[in-house]
């Protein structure tokens, strides 16, 4: 680590949706850190903390912030009225979800209620002494914040002056029992002959979500976010909720699931598209399925790809999945036209094809190298580019694996299955 440097609470004023009570710790790292090895453990002191830590980049932060309400990667929402009923069903769903596989950990998204003491009044020692409701409430005032007395200007400036009782600064219930109140005949009571204190708790955060009570809890993986919100859903299956209350998963999963929606429709009408241009300027359906026959092993390199580097599939991952549905056919297009181009100049088909094959080696290969080496900055995440690698990662696998299969594979298959039928004809004869 270079640096380390703490925010506590937030400015007066400001759009900051975090409450007061939150810290950040920001921790630059040197040049030559370990991104993922540091991360590792400074979680793993997080986790040991007693309180709830979240790990994470400020972009990623932020982003999850905007887009699911929270960073964590599942948040169980349970939503009611009652906040003590919930913190208690709060406690036994931490403990189902600890058992689930694929959950590193699970905390609570608030804090635990904070300690106070509530004054109650004696309305019949009230009535009997005849102290007023406005006297106590006036005289705890002066004994705690004080009552202001005077106000004076000193040009622009605006002074006021304040009178309290005096103290050593301890506050506890039995030194405010001794508070003197004076009735308005001259009498002196004490506070403790009028009232007494009792122990209680106070929410330290009430947090809402359209118009209603919830409490959650942040869950961090260590998978597939996907599969381990199906086992947390199994998991939720007959838990035992206050009248009134239910559940909703939230944070990453619940924008990953609709963006993955969205995506998949992206798919189809791109898919779609490319079939389309793909016949209009080819006009049959066989060579055609000869260009599309690169899209499932460009797909396979992307998945072997982000396999190797760790990665999950994610949304940027599938942005690279349909980026590669127009740089994957490019290279197979350029093949079965310079071929079409040399049989209409009246070579055989097969002397075509080779001919074709072999004449456009190198242009291929420069055309997925100077892809791959655009895609280089993102795939090492240069410059903050943590987000993108995904991305990156995908496009890179399915570049190479398609590019190789073109030049390898792609000659033959072409010579299978697009071969004219005039020429089948007469080979058969």
């Not at 005949?185 to 359209?210: I, K, M, N, Y």
């Not at 092993?297 to 690279?320: K, Q, Y």
Request: a neutral charge; proline letters at 6%.
């Amino acid at each position: 680590m270079e640096s380390v440097y703490r925010r506590s609470g937030r400015a007066e004023v400001t759009e900051d949706p975090c409450p007061i009570t939150d810290s950040e710790i920001m921790v630059i790292l040197k040049p030559d850190a370990d991104e993922r090895t540091v991360g590792q453990e400074v979680m793993e002191a997080a986790e040991a903390m007693p309180f709830p830590v979240e790990v994470n980049t400020p972009m990623q932060e932020r982003i999850a912030e905007g887009i699911g309400g929270t960073p964590a990667d599942i948040q169980v929402k349970v939503f009611g009225r009652d906040l003590e009923a919930l913190r208690g069903s709060i406690k036994e769903l931490r403990e189902r979800l600890m058992k689930v596989e694929g959950i590193r950990s699970v905390t609570p998204d608030t804090p635990d209620p904070m300690p106070r003491w509530r004054l109650v009044l004696d309305e019949e020692a009230l009535r009997r002494l005849g102290v007023s409701r406005s006297l106590v409430t006036r005289t705890l005032q002066a004994a705690l914040q004080g009552l202001p007395s005077e106000i004076r200007f000193e040009g622009p400036q605006r002074i006021e002056r304040m009178v309290r009782f005096p103290n050593d600064g301890r506050t506890s219930p039995e030194t405010l029992k001794g508070t003197p109140l004076v009735l308005d005949d001259g009498r002196a009571l004490t506070l403790g002959q009028v009232a007494h204190f009792e122990e209680a708790s106070t929410p330290t955060l009430v947090r809402r979500e359209s118009g209603q009570r919830r409490i959650g809890l942040n869950i961090r993986t260590s998978g597939d976010l996907g599969g381990t919100a199906k086992r947390i859903e199994s998991a939720l299956e007959g838990v035992k909720l206050p009248e009134g209350a239910f559940i909703k998963l939230g944070g990453k999963i619940e924008e990953a699931r609709e963006t993955q929606r969205r995506l998949g429709l992206a798919i189809v009408a791109a898919l779609t598209l490319v079939v389309g241009l793909l016949y209009i300027a080819l006009k049959t359906w066989r060579e055609v399925l000869v260009v599309l026959a690169t899209l499932p092993d460009a797909f396979a390199g992307a998945l072997l790809a982000l396999w190797l580097a760790g990665e999950t599939w994610n949304i940027s991952s599938i942005v690279g999945m349909i980026g590669l549905f127009g740089v994957a056919v490019q290279n197979s297009l350029v093949l079965i036209t310079q071929a079409k181009s040399l049989m209409a100049q009246g070579l055989p088909f097969e002397a075509a094809l080779r001919e074709a094959s072999l004449g456009r080696v190198r242009p291929k290969l420069m055309t997925a190298g100077a892809a791959i080496l655009g895609l280089m900055p993102m795939l090492f995440g240069f410059g903050g580019s943590e987000l993108e690698r995904p991305l990156a990662i995908a496009m890179v696998g399915g570049l190479v694996t398609s590019t190789l299969f073109t030049l390898l594979a792609l000659p033959s298959f072409y010579a299978w299955v697009g071969k004219p039928k005039t020429e089948a004809v007469a080979e058969y004869h």
